[in-house]
């Protein structure tokens, strides 16, 4: 049992002042700590996966033939042709326009079509081609193979290749994530491994007066597995607490961000069960590590 | 009752503090344990009630050889020695009450069934005035007669006193020889260490124990083949 019960006589065995101190203020620091960052790797696991998923059968192809006209012409025939395939979910060509807007961003211009710096530019046809999920290496090998054939001298370039880097980097920071909030556990345990001992060093005198009474090791250890795991518990939950206002100022926050990492910046359902899992997973790896700490440091008394 | 067979102690590298102990505690005797100081009384005494394992020989207690005993069988040997320690070593954040009654709720007696004996022995110490009062609020002689009452109320089948009378003043110390004459007579073995010649003249059929320099004095060999053996 996390906390076992003890009869309300039987724990007046120990003097009534909190046993570990600082440690509920430590734990509640770490149990902070350990959301926020378990709900960074969570949402920045699926901002990756988002932007895996998005990019992975995803390619553009760049006309850049010297004639306007044949550029033009070239771009609908691949368009099309790619519409045919079968491995093919959707086929766009990229307006000039969208072309011309994004320019004008790098610019510092309105990209318009009143703006003559991108006006004088000789602008590349695009189209954009997303091919079904699951279609794999072949596909692109017979796009490839399509375009070469329909328009000889187009580049055809797979998302993955430029966002590709982007996508592990994210999902590099959240195994980072994970790490920590691992390492904070460990931390936790920790906090929990020295309070134990700590109290058995303060309350020795009691511990040997109730053995010599006849007290087993498991009567002695309750008391303060108990007292060890309400203390926790209150750290570890004013620290959950604080975390999930935290979460939900950043939330609020995100609210407005509709595109890009924001968008895909949320934890999900399963995120959210997961985290509000994780205070009572850190309660009972406590009361368990306060336990064995107990059990392992009363077995050296006689 | 109990058996001490050449039984020796030592701390650590050190010469042994006792050496050569043997003898044998009769059921319902009284024994007082004499000796000058360091003679190794109350190292004697902590192999007694079981907290010191001897270095060597052979501590039977109720018929069991205790120096192999497994750790998780002491409580239960334990529960059945009362102990009362010079230094009194009432839990200080208890009150008298709840020091008397800690015996009985550590061998898990329900509280409705602690209410009575634990009031009873408040009678007979005369400390039902004083039930709720922490021990650093009693005098030594209160604080005294709650040890002993934490010592007797589970009926233990030995009692072991550790210079029970040091800190009393004469009066006291006749009438907490009377509370353990009392309870040898309902066939408790008492063991009482002291420096106090007085107490042990007062004392019928009593026999004496004397340490010398961690050994027994037994010239006779009545302590080590008492008469009750030998029939």
Redesign the interface.
């Known amino acids: 049992m996390i906390i076992p019960r003890v009869?309300p006589?039987?724990r007046?065995?120990l003097?009534?002042n909190r046993l570990s101190g600082p440690t509920p203020w430590v734990l509640a620091i770490l149990m902070l700590l350990t959301l926020l960052a378990a709900a960074a790797g969570l949402s920045l696991a699926r901002a990756a996966n988002g932007i895996g998923g998005a990019i992975a059968g995803r390619v553009t192809v760049q006309i850049v033939t010297a004639n306007p006209e044949v550029r033009s012409q070239q771009a609908q025939r691949i368009r099309r042709a790619a519409a045919a395939q079968p491995f093919v979910r959707a086929a766009r060509a990229v307006p000039r326009e969208e072309v011309a807007a994004t320019l004008g961003r790098w610019f510092g211009t309105s990209g318009g079509g009143d703006d003559p710096v991108v006006a004088s530019l000789p602008l590349p046809e695009l189209v954009d081609i997303d091919l079904v999920a699951g279609s794999g290496a072949a596909a692109q090998t017979r796009l490839r193979a399509l375009i070469e054939r329909t328009a000889p001298g187009a580049r055809m370039i797979p998302h993955a290749e430029w966002l590709g880097p982007v996508a592990n980097t994210i999902r590099t920071l959240a195994w980072v994530a994970a790490a920590l909030v691992i390492l904070m556990a460990l931390a936790s345990a920790a906090v929990v491994i020295m309070t134990a001992r700590a109290a058995l060093g303060t309350h020795y005198?009691?511990i040997?007066?109730?053995?010599?009474?006849?007290?087993?090791?498991q009567?002695v250890c309750r008391l303060f597995q108990r007292r060890i795991a309400i203390d926790s518990a209150y750290g570890i939950m004013f620290g959950a607490l604080v975390a999930v206002v935290l979460m939900a100022v950043i939330g609020w926050q995100l609210t407005g961000v509709t595109s890009g990492l924001g968008a895909s910046a949320e934890l999900g359902i399963g995120g959210w069960i997961f985290l509000a899992l994780l205070p009572l997973l850190a309660i009972a790896l406590a009361a368990l590590t306060a336990r064995v700490t107990l059990l392992r440091a009363l077995?050296t008394m006689? | 009752m109990v058996e001490f067979d050449h039984v020796g102690l030592r701390y650590g590298p050190d010469s042994e503090v006792l050496a050569d102990i043997s003898f044998v505690l009769q059921p319902g005797s009284f024994y007082f344990l004499t000796g000058p100081s360091g003679a190794g009384k109350t190292s004697l005494l902590k192999m007694l009630?079981?907290?010191?394992?001897p270095s060597r020989g052979i501590v039977r207690l109720f018929n069991e050889d205790v120096v192999t005993l497994p750790?998780?069988r002491?409580?239960?040997f334990?529960?059945r020695i009362g102990?009362v320690f010079q230094d009194f070593?009432l839990?200080p954040?208890?009150s008298a009450r709840?020091n008397i009654?800690?015996?009985l709720?550590?061998?898990g007696v329900e509280?409705a069934d602690l209410t009575g004996p634990v009031g009873e022995m408040l009678s007979w110490i005369g400390l039902n005035e004083r039930a709720h009062a922490l021990p650093a609020t009693l005098s030594g002689g209160e604080q005294q007669r709650v040890a002993i009452a934490?010592a007797v109320i589970a009926r233990p089948q030995l009692l072991i006193a550790d210079e029970p009378t040091g800190n009393v003043d004469p009066d006291m110390a006749m009438r907490l020889l009377g509370l353990f004459e009392a309870l040898n007579r309902l066939g408790t073995t008492v063991v009482v260490a002291t420096h106090d010649i007085h107490l042990i003249s007062r004392v019928d059929n009593a026999q004496m124990m004397r340490l010398e320099k961690g050994r027994l004095a037994d010239p006779t060999g009545a302590l080590r083949y008492p008469p009750a053996n030998k029939a």
Do not use: F
């Not at chain 1, 040997?208 to 090791?217: F, P, Q, S, V």
């Open positions: 009869p006589q039987h007046a065995m003097a009534q005198a009691t040997e007066m109730l053995h010599l009474i006849g007290a087993t090791d009567q077995k006689l | 009630y079981l907290a010191q394992r750790r998780q002491l409580p239960g334990r529960r102990v070593r839990i954040h208890l709840d009654a800690l015996p709720r550590i061998a509280e934490r």
